[in-house]
């Protein structure tokens, strides 16, 4: 059903990107799940979790086509992880300019330290979309 693996190992930039790519969906997992557990006690709702886990299912049906070589989840991936992280960067810097902008009394230039996450998973998924363009992992793909 699926075209056989590469028989080549897989490039040192694929495997990073796919690590951050994942680390990032763990780290955003987890987030939302912690928020759905606290909700979930004061409303009793459960269909933030479905959504959690049809999106986490999607999401692992594309990373093990990048895993496998499939070139259009590696363009897919390439073009959303750049896009994603250019604009988990630019908000971050849109927010710390307005923390430093703050007139006196406002916010504090110590609430910086909760941009630290944003800047991490903008770095990371900017990091993985570069990866996933470079030369040997469009040869290991098939491109």
């Known amino acids: 059903m699926f075209p056989p693996e590469p028989a080549e190992g897989r490039p040192r930039p694929l495997v990073v990107a796919a690590g951050l790519l994942v680390a990032f969906w763990v780290a955003s ?24 886990a049809f999106w986490t299912v999607v999401f692992a049906l594309v990373i093990w086509r ?30 710390a300019v307005l923390i430093f902008a703050a007139p ?30 470079r030369p040997e992992v469009s040869r290991w793909g098939g491109r």
């Open 66 to 95: 990048v895993w496998r070589g499939g070139r259009t989840a590696i363009a897919f991936m390439a073009r959303v992880a750049a896009m994603i992280g250019t604009v988990f960067l630019a908000g971050m810097v849109a927010f």
């Open 104 to 133: 006196p009394g406002g916010l504090a230039p110590d609430a910086l330290v909760y941009l630290l996450p944003g800047l991490l998973a903008g770095g990371a998924l900017l990091t993985a979309g570069i990866l996933l363009r």
């Open 29 to 52: 997992a987890v987030m939302a799940l912690w928020r759905i557990g606290h909700e979930h006690r004061a409303s009793g709702r459960t269909g933030a979790l479905a959504t959690v």
